[in-house]
């Protein structure tokens, strides 16, 4: 039981670079949800999906879309990378009945 | 839109006495507040979790409260220890199920002196 995991660990893109950040947990968890974590910002939303086949808008969703490919896979994807995408990126599942969110390890992302 | 503000970004505090943290939020009242605990390069850990409908939520050595009329929620460690040193996030569950909109605060960097 791996819960959630994220890959990768670490990226370095170029601006105008694409790529995707993949998330995947284990739990049978409908609930799926990106973030992204500056300093002294702490998390926001990008973007969530509440089941399999419908995703959400979070807080700040402008450069980002996002895939629920199936109820395990939640991937968020960045077009053409910008330097305000410097962050780190984080996924979570939420429990359908204890509500608590777990997360994954996070992706530390760097757009030069 | 709703906001969320954590006390400071920083608290200092001797090892065995109690620390408390808190969170303040605008606008309407969340159905549920978590607080999670994060250190660093980690991901949030999920502590606690309280609902609307109730004051009190008490785990081990923490202790958080829920204020709907001053809009506010206090999260507390007695008798602390270098071990719970850390960054303490609180989140507001905006709806009254497992697909709800979590908003985050800023989180407060906790640190215990021996």
């Known amino acids: 039981n791996a819960g959630v995991t994220q890959t990768p660990k670490f ?17 049978n968890h409908n609930s799926m949800y990106w973030y992204r974590q500056d300093p002294g910002m702490g998390l926001r939303l990008i973007y969530y999906s509440a089941s399999e086949g419908t995703t959400d808008k979070g807080e700040v969703p402008n450069g980002y879309n996002v895939s629920r490919l199936n109820k395990r896979e939640f991937s968020l994807r960045l077009e053409s990378a910008a330097p ?20 994954g390890p996070g992706t530390r992302l760097t757009v030069t | 839109s709703q906001k ?16 408390t943290l808190t969170c303040n939020y605008t606008n309407y009242s969340p159905a549920y507040l978590q607080w999670y605990r994060q250190d660093p390069g980690r991901g949030p850990v999920f502590l606690l979790l309280i609902r609307e409908n109730e004051k009190e939520k008490r785990k081990e050595r923490l202790k958080v ?23 303490y996030l609180c989140a507001l569950d905006m ?6 909109k979590i908003i ?3 989180g407060t960097r906790l640190s215990i002196r021996p």
């Open chain 1, 11 to 27: 990226q370095v893109l170029k601006t105008g670079q694409s790529m995707t950040l993949q998330c995947a947990q284990d739990m």
């Open chain 1, 84 to 103: 305000s995408q410097t962050s780190v990126y984080f996924c979570a599942s939420r429990g359908d009945r204890t509500y608590e969110q777990y997360f």
């Open chain 2, 4 to 19: 969320i503000e954590q006390n400071s970004e920083a608290l200092n505090i001797q090892e065995g006495k109690t620390a």
């Open chain 2, 65 to 87: 409260t829920f204020d709907t009329t001053l809009k506010q929620s206090l999260f507390h460690i007695t008798a602390s220890q270098p071990a719970d040193s850390a960054t």
């Open chain 2, 95 to 100: 709806g009254y199920s497992s697909a709800s």
């Open chain 2, 104 to 106: 985050f605060g800023s």
